[in-house]
């Protein structure tokens, strides 16, 4: 038995998110952050809504998980203003009132996919990067605030990675996407603060295996290094989601614009002698 299966027999539900209503963005299959995210948000005692683009509904698996969590999907593609009004609309319908909480866990690239070099990427597809991984996450506010559809106090988040402060040359573009979704909760957050108590707030999460992040160029060497790096190894997928279930409740209400590290201690190390160990 891991570790993380002996951390979460103890963890037991305390109904942290009870009466609450969310949006679940992300969910792929098993494996995904939003996944774990949304199964937890739901035994927390939340009401959500899943969404994905149209084109991961056919390849993916969301509708066994709103299956699982007697809950529905909204397709949305989150660089679609229209998609996104028409799924905050309807998860309000369906919810029956406003949202406390959103979590954005989105990200592709199409040079990172079909591996091309850092020196020699293509602009259009380093746009649809930047418009999918990162202003889909103003989007995402831009249409909550302009439907009015948070309550106050509540809770947006948006999962990332430390490439947007570092250099991980096998990242790529995604380092500067991440750079600019870190920038758009500190900037959106100002606002949606002052007008709503709404906070937002970005996770920076250690590397974690599923379709987006084995997606990167040698991912297992950087995923085995990175463990072993931290001392209390990579964080997993189901740490994540308990990280962002507490950033959603109401114990965390003044935490906000924050880019929080959840990396098992990574992003403080310079040198840990168990890499050099081998
Ligand atoms: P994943 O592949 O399961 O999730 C990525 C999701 O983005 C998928 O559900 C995909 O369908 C969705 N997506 C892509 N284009 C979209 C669009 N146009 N509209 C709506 N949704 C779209 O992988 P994972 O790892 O769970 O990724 C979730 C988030 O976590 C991403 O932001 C990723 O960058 C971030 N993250 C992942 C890490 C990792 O090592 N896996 C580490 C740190 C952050």
Request: aromatic share 10%.
């Amino acid at each position: 038995m891991t570790e993380t299966k002996l951390l979460n027999q103890k963890i037991k539900t305390m109904g942290l998110l009870e009466g609450k209503r969310g949006v679940i963005f992300g969910a792929l299959d098993k494996q995904s952050i939003a996944w774990k995210v949304a199964e937890l948000c739901v035994k927390e005692g939340a009401k959500i809504t899943l969404t994905n683009a149209p084109v991961a509904m056919r390849f993916g698996h969301i509708e066994d998980l709103a299956k699982q969590l007697d809950t529905i999907v909204i397709p949305a593609d989150a660089t679609n203003d229209e998609d996104l009004d028409n799924l905050f609309e309807k998860s309000m319908e369906y919810l029956d009132g406003k949202l406390d909480f959103v979590l954005h866990s989105i990200g592709m690239s199409i040079n990172v996919r079909k591996k091309k070099a850092y020196t020699d990427l293509r602009y259009d597809w380093m746009m649809k990067s930047f418009d999918v991984s990162a202003i889909s996450f103003h989007r995402v506010m831009q249409s909550l605030w302009k439907k009015d559809a948070m309550n106050d106090w509540g809770s947006i988040l948006a999962l990332t990675y430390m490439a947007a402060q570092r250099t991980f040359p096998n990242y790529s573009e995604m380092a500067e996407a991440k750079a600019l979704l870190e920038s758009f909760a500190r900037s959106f957050g100002y606002h949606f603060g002052t007008a709503k108590k709404v906070r937002v707030n970005t996770v920076s999460q250690s590397p974690t295996i599923t379709t987006a992040g084995s997606g990167v160029k040698g991912f297992s060497d950087f995923f085995n290094y990175a463990d072993k790096m931290s001392p209390l190894g990579n964080a997993p997928a189901e740490a994540c989601a308990e990280y962002c279930v507490t950033l959603f409740s109401d114990y965390t209400r003044y935490v906000t614009m924050q880019n929080l590290y959840h990396d098992g201690g990574f992003s403080s190390m310079g040198m840990n002698p168990a890499v050099l160990e081998g």
